[in-house]
Structure formats: structure tokens, C-alpha cells
């Protein structure tokens, strides 16, 4: 059956609250989605102004079958890759390397999955991360 709508086929749950990441080389961690119900989830990453030109912004997947217990999901398990959803630039233009949102998609088997993200600088940045899930096994998605 063709879908004509997205609204009643997704789920977004927030992973990461809009925030600076205050402190360099830390990051802030994803809170973990519940896969259950929906074939996948897609990560949205958004950055917001950048200012340091040396700050390069990494997101990393992990999945697991209980929340306790994440593991790095392996690559052939991504849609794009995380690497194409963070950020790595000196010279920073809006809509591209600052005040722009980046995806990466999870396609693996496990339950659980989260996103979290970490900077080289203590950035002043607002980055902020949503999970939305698609495909529910009922429709509409709650």
C-alpha cells in the first residue's frame, strides 16, 4: 500500500536536549529508544552556530538488546554514517558546517539504539538531537 503520509508512520522522541557542550573532549549522552513496534529510527542532529573554527563535533551509535548493555553499532548497520552526521571544518558556512541539521539512520536488529555526541572544544554551541522512528508495526504511531 502506497503511503501518502508521514505523520501516523513516525515516532520523534527527543535524545538529546538542545545544550552547549561545556567541557572539552566530553559530550553529552543520548537517551536510549525503545525500538520496539517500528522498523527503524533515523537520528537528527541539529547544530547551531558555530563559532571555533577547530571544534569538530562526533556523534556515536550504539544498540544493544537491554538498555544496560550498548555496544558501537557496526557500519553495514547504519544508513549514511556518523561520520556524515557530526561535524569537521575549519572555515564554518551556515547551512553547511553551522546552523544546519545532519542524519544517520540505524537499519540493525537490536531493540535498543541511542546517539550520543562529543566535541573537541568546549563549544557554546546549541546541539540538539531527535530519534524518529518510522514504519510501526500499527498505525497510527503514538
Known amino acids: 500500500m502506497k503511503m501518502h503520509e508521514l505523520h501516523n508512520n513516525v515516532k520523534v522522541q527527543r ?8 567541557t572539552t ?12 513496534g517500528y522498523e527503524g529510527v533515523e537520528f537528527l542532529v541539529s547544530y547551531g552556530t558555530v563559532t571555533a573554527t577547530n571544534a569538530v563535533f562526533t556523534p556515536v551509535m550504539k544498540e544493544g ?12 548497520d547504519m ?7 557530526g561535524l569537521a571544518a575549519a572555515v564554518r558556512t551556515s547551512g ?14 537490536k531493540r535498543y539504539v541511542n ?7 568546549t563549544a557554546g ?3 540538539g538531537i531527535d530519534g524518529v522512528l518510522f514504519n510501526p508495526e500499527h498505525a497510527p504511531a503514538v
Open 25 to 36: 573532549g566530553t559530550g553529552k549522552t543520548g537517551v536510549v529508544i525503545d525500538r520496539q
Open 79 to 85: 544508513v549514511g554514517t556518523e561520520a556524515g552526521a
Open 96 to 109: 553547511t558546517t553551522k546552523n544546519v541539521t545532519k542524519k544517520v539512520g540505524y537499519r540493525g536488529s
Open 115 to 121: 546517539l550520543s555526541i562529543s566535541s573537541t572544544v
Open 125 to 127: 554551541t546549541p546541539i
Open 65 to 76: 538488546d537491554a538498555t544496560g548493555s550498548l555496544t558501537s553499532v557496526a557500519d553495514a
Open 15 to 22: 535524545v538529546v536536549s538542545p545544550v552547549a557542550i561545556g
